[in-house]
């Protein structure tokens, strides 16, 4: 694995709940959004990490960063899709390969729950982001490379 605290990425666990409320927060924090609280994260996620509708994978000791999956029933395959909802570095920790080993034990851990695709989004800004999962074989073509352009749509309701 890559230096820094990427050394150890481990599976998060239901007692591990308000970990990633604390560092969901902070992620959100950081886009200038300050809810959810931390703690109403941590409620909700309890539930879904302990029914297995998400997993996270912690990296580090002290961990520096996550990565979340939420897996779904599929229509195209007898195992489920995997969606990347999140993947989060400290700011300090960039650029040490924590990103690439989170990523990485995402797709491992989705194939490992007998998923067949992974699906995340991202922002056309986050220049760090679109690298990191394009060097990793994502794309946002149909059919793959020369397919035309897919697009996310969200609505709060």
Known sequence: MANCDAETI???????????GLLL???????GET???????ASLAREQ????????LFAGHEPVGFAQLRFH?????????????????RREHRGT???RALLDAAMQLARERGATRIELNTSTGD???????????????EGGPGGPSMLYYERDL
């Open 49 to 56: 990490l302990e029914s297995g509708e998400i997993d996270v």
């Open 127 to 141: 220049h760090a982001a679109r690298s990191l999962y394009e060097s990793a074989g994502f794309t946002n073509e």
């Open 97 to 99: 390969g924590t990103g």
């Open 73 to 89: 029933t599929s229509l195209y395959a007898p195992g489920p899709d995997a969606c990347l909802e999140e993947l989060w570095v």
């Open 35 to 41: 809810e959810p609280s931390a703690e109403q994260i």
């Open 25 to 31: 927060h902070e992620f959100n924090v950081e886009f």
């Open 10 to 20: 481990r599976i998060g666990k239901t007692s591990d709940a308000s970990l990633l």
